[in-house]
């Protein structure tokens, strides 16, 4: 076979881990290929200057790379929604292939992008969207075919888990970890995306789409970040034998799909509630394999690389195949759609961490319990702390048996209007994560 052309447009902490992980193992690449791949054009605004890129042509214009004819595959690494989705879009009309990590992209414009593919018979590779250098799309499309999956959660943010970790082993408070991640690197300078569940949703729908067969509807996403758990949260669930991590969860349900990011209460038995640090893991339960955990580097250069290079080397494998023949990357049933509806949250059944501060005086639990009870509540386990000397508010920690959202919505709302509770009680999704 011919060499393979490729452009890699942005040069970032991604587009170059790619380039130098198809530099360093191009003989190996090549052997499993059956051609070369060369790295035919770079696009990069400020250009290529304190980088080795050898005799590599560079382009400080990345439209300028879509628009070369001599180029097979484009590799965008750019990132946001705007010019990366120009530049796809210039791409595939121009008849190339795209290799993309942005899960923005493809969370919030997939829809579109996999229309226009298809019509033009190109394939749109994502593997690096979704936890980095884990092959979770891969392990959904290819390995897991043959399973219906049930459900998948997933610890698809590393600074999320970074932070949680270190709240947990040190005992310290979200702002101040915050702090340390963004001067390690971990977090962006605007963390809004990372700690708000926004990243984990885009990573999520593209997951739930793989899984279900679903189109990608990340406006359907309930998103919950971190922001506002506790040290003293993470400890009391540490005494009920949970730990907290930061999930996108996605079930298939009689009623619905269930798409949801949020903190969850997770059995310290489970191994992933032993996923710490950056580290990211999936696991999904399917009908025929069971339970099946996937977990490594959820980002940096070259674990994000890894994946971005695999998914070359399968495009350009398919290059000498008719465009039929392509496995395409998301099959959207629009009849899914309506036989698969996404559940509001007020719908989703789930267990629930509750803490609450109540004045120190008998019959306060007694109420509370009874508005549980009203609601069809049942309590699972209870912590009633000693107040704190010279306080005379009582730390109180429940875990409810599981419930409707909507149930429990209102419960609380009750509970936050008795005078003998003080301020918001914090409520923390439970999952079992059982087979
Ligand atoms: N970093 C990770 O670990 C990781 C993991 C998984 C997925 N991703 C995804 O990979 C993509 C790239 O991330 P990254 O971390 O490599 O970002 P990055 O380090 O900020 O690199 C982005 C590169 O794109 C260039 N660029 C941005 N806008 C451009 C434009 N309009 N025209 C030309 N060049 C432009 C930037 O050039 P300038 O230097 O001139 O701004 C920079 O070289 C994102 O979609 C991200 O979500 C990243």
Same mark, same amino acid.
């Given at each position: ?31 499993? !290929? ?23 042509? @560079? ?38 292939? !795209? ?24 394939? @749109? ?12 799309? =891969? ?51 605007? /963390? ?31 998103? *919950? ?43 310290? =038995? ?32 070259? /674990? ?18 008719? /465009? ?19 559940? /509001? ?48 508010? !009582? ?11 909507? =149930? ?7 509970? *936050?209007?008795?005078?003998?509770? !003080? ?13």
């Amino acid at each position: 076979m011919d060499p393979v052309k490729v452009g890699i447009c942005g040069f970032g902490t991604v587009g170059s881990g790619t380039y130098a992980v198809l530099t360093r193992n191009a003989a190996e690449i090549a052997a499993r !290929v059956g051609a070369e791949i060369v790295v035919a054009e770079i696009g990069a605004r400020r250009g290529c200057e304190d980088s080795d890129v050898g005799a590599t042509a @560079v382009n400080r214009d990345v439209f300028a790379v879509a628009d070369n004819p001599e180029i097979d595959i484009v590799v965008e690494l750019i990132g946001g929604t705007t010019t990366a989705k120009d530049l796809v879009l210039r791409a595939i009309e121009n008849g190339k292939h !795209v290799v993309t990590a942005n899960k923005a992209l493809i969370a919030e414009h997939g829809n579109e992008i996999f229309a226009v593919a298809a019509e033009k018979g190109v394939s @749109v590779a994502f593997e690096a969207a979704v936890a980095g250098g884990i092959p979770i799309i =891969k392990a959904l499309r290819e390995g897991l075919a043959g399973n219906r999956i049930q459900w998948l959660a997933g610890i698809i943010n590393g600074t999320g888990n970074f932070i949680l970790t270190e709240m947990r082993d040190k005992g310290r408070d979200f702002s101040d970890v915050l702090a340390e991640a963004q001067a390690l690197g971990y977090a962006e300078a605007d /963390p809004t995306f990372d700690v708000e569940g926004i990243d984990a949703a885009h990573k999520l729908v593209i997951l739930a789409s793989l899984a279900f067969g679903i189109p990608l509807q990340f406006d359907k996403v309930y998103t *919950e970040g971190i922001s506002r758990i506790a040290p003293e949260d993470v400890t009391y669930a540490e005494e009920l034998g949970y730990r907290i991590k930061h999930l996108g969860i996605a079930r298939d349900t009689d009623n619905g799909i269930e798409l949801r990011v949020h903190p969850t209460l997770i059995p310290v =038995k489970r191994l992933i509630a032993n996923v710490n640090g950056v580290m990211n893991a999936v696991l999904v339960q399917s009908d025929a394999v069971g339970p099946s955990l996937y977990y490594g580097a959820g980002a940096g250069s070259e /674990p994000t690389a890894s994946a971005v290079v695999a998914d070359i080397i399968d495009v350009a494998r398919t290059l000498g195949a008719t /465009p039929d023949a392509r496995v395409p990357y998301l099959a959207f049933q629009q009849s899914a759609l309506s036989a698969h509806p996404v559940l /509001p949250i007020d719908e989703v059944e789930t267990a629930f961490y509750l803490r609450m501060s109540a004045v120190d005086r008998p019959g306060v639990l007694s109420r509370v319990a009874q508005i549980l009870s009203d609601e069809g509540i049942s309590i699972e386990a209870l912590i009633q702390k000693e107040p704190p000397e010279e306080a005379n508010l !009582v730390p109180m920690i429940i875990l409810t048996n599981r419930t409707i959202e909507g =149930k429990l919505s209102s419960a609380v709302a009750q509970i *936050e209007g008795l005078e003998s509770i !003080v301020g918001e009680v914090t409520r923390i999704r439970v999952e079992s994560l059982a087979g």
